[in-house]
């Protein structure tokens, strides 16, 4: 859960838009610490006053007799950049709100992922040919009905196209960092990805994985009983 992949993901950057000005895919990954099927929808859009981001995860694992009948699990999340001033010197510099929640199951117990309203900067970093690029956010973020010490979060968004000069392979991610209640909580998913529709005309195909690492998340580290996780997942994509 949680593919802020892209951006959330790299694809929300002001870079990524220079090759397309939009952009929906599909992910679909096996999740094989927590043994189940999640499903990503994702979507990023960019316009004349900056571009947003949106995901919703699907965690499959609701079983009846053995058969998954539903999903059992749910995280969504939306982030709006704000950028009047993209032709002037201070391109870089985006305003950013988001809104992010969902639940989240482990065994027979149901946690849910409280509201979490966020508001910041972005500033955007990228090589000149815009294959490697680079998200750093500050945002201050509000749980509904959670106090936390440090009321902020910070965010590393990256994606490197063509990785090694392999044509076809994207390696991306984000890593997040924030506090709930008194604990710090760590969150990374570094994705790596081959178009191998490419090989057969078909370049809206693209297969790989990631791996989830967390410190202190939530609902994970109460079920597996250690505050370090680490779950690899192998998944395809499908751009729109």
């Known amino acids: 859960m949680f593919k802020k992949t892209i951006l959330a993901v790299a694809i929300a950057t002001l870079a990524f838009a220079q090759a397309a000005k939009a952009q929906t895919n599909f992910q679909t990954f096996y999740d094989f610490g927590r043994k189940h099927f999640t499903t990503t929808l994702e979507g990023f859009h960019q316009d004349n006053w900056g571009n947003t981001f949106f995901f919703i995860d699907y965690d499959f694992n609701n079983k009846v007799d053995g058969k998954v ?8 999340e939306i982030a709006r950049c704000l950028n009047f001033w993209q032709n002037s010197a ?31 900067i972005d500033w955007f970093l990228h090589s000149k040919d815009y294959k490697n690029t680079l998200n750093l956010k500050l945002l201050y973020k509000h749980f509904v009905h959670m106090e936390s010490f440090i009321p902020a979060q910070f965010t590393a968004v990256w994606g490197c196209q063509d990785l090694f000069g392999l044509t ?72 729109f």
């Open 69 to 76: 009948i539903s999903p059992n699990g749910t995280y969504f």
């Open 168 to 239: 076809g392979v994207r390696f991306s991610g984000f890593v997040d960092v924030w506090t709930e209640g008194n604990s710090v909580v760590i969150l990374s998913e570094p994705q790596l990805w081959y178009n191998i529709g490419g090989l057969f005309g078909c370049p809206n195909f693209n297969i790989g994985g990631e791996v989830e690492l967390s410190y202190n998340f939530g609902g994970l580290s109460y079920t597996t009983g250690k505050n370090f996780n680490v779950m690899p997942c192998l998944g395809t994509k499908w751009v």
């Open 90 to 120: 201070l391109a870089p510099l985006s305003l950013q709100v988001e809104y992010n929640g969902g639940i989240s199951t482990g065994g027979t117990s149901i946690f849910p992922i409280n509201s979490a309203f966020l508001a910041g």
